[in-house]
């Protein structure tokens, strides 16, 4: 079983704080992963707007989000402006690519991206990806090669952009396997590694599952499968600092029981992606989060 983990990295104090953190355990356990990086301003205050979608408050006090991301993150975007995550964050991202893991994009503006992509239109769509695709080469000085959406959030435009950019691959969707996307009847060529299992915010607070014990859950949704692989999404802002010790004991557990853990480009690199299935994307619930994301769904008629 091969086990792909792709690290997002939503704010300005994730890319200082947490990243660093989560680089230096992986590096000390030999392990390899992804990171993508949100690339503009850090409006992270703003996400307090969904307190009014059914189901959002419920999740802030389950994961208490109030003091995994600081009084100051929560504050950007609103009683404070907005750090430029990419001209502030830039060296420690650098650092990131240094130490030898793969670096792509997540987003230009995290809040804006997951709160309006999917009603969106053609023109605002290109900007928002165009300004993540500038600043990713003002940072690194080439092209990013992957990209995983905010929140698991697209629209048709989205997927269409990530063909035209050449990127090899993305992880833009919740699913049970590798494929190739359609959405809205058409088929592109971007292959799609998507998110297998459950992440640790999804879990915690539910099901009487708390910090001290999801390790052993997410462990155990690390199922055999005909794909041979699972994707594991975390986020510097939570297993890069207060549940740095829960990712390690997950970790520590995936090793002992003989997985393959590495990057999603890892992933990528053992997969025969002209052979992988065609399935639609469609927009549906994922337990432990609120409102629809983008899925995988059955097998495509435009094989």
Known sequence: MRIALKIDVDTLR???????????????????ATFLFSLGPDHTGRALRRLLRPGFLKKVMRTSVGSNYGLKTLCYGTL???PDIGRRGADAMRAVRDAGFEVGIH????????????HRGADWTRREVERAVERYREVFGDDSKTIGAAGWQMN?????????????????????????PVVDGRRFRC????????????????????????AEHIVAAATPNAAGCHV?????????????????????????????????????????????????????????????????GKLSRLL
């Open 14 to 32: 994730g890319t200082l704080e947490g990243v660093p953190r989560l680089t230096g355990l992986l590096s000390r356990l030999d392990i390899n």
């Open 80 to 82: 404070l402006p907005g």
């Open 107 to 118: 987003t230009w503006d995290h809040v804006r991206w997951q709160d309006y992509v999917f």
């Open 156 to 180: 048709s435009h989205a997927f269409a952009l990530e063909d035209e950019f050449g990127f090899d691959y993305a992880s833009d969707t919740r699913g049970t396997h590798p494929f190739i």
């Open 191 to 214: 292959p799609q590694l998507p998110t297998t299992l459950p992440t640790l915010d999804e879990l915690v607070g539910r099901e009487g599952i708390t910090v001290e014990n999801a």
């Open 232 to 296: 594991f999404t975390l986020h510097a802002e939570l297993e890069g600092l207060a549940y740095l010790d829960v990712f390690k004991r997950v970790l520590s557990e995936w090793q002992a029981r003989g997985f393959e853990l590495g990057s999603t480009r890892d992933l990528l690199d053992g997969l025969d992606v002209q052979a992988l299935p065609v399935h639609d994307v469609i927009r549906a619930e994922v337990s432990g989060r609120t409102g629809d994301l983008a899925v995988q």
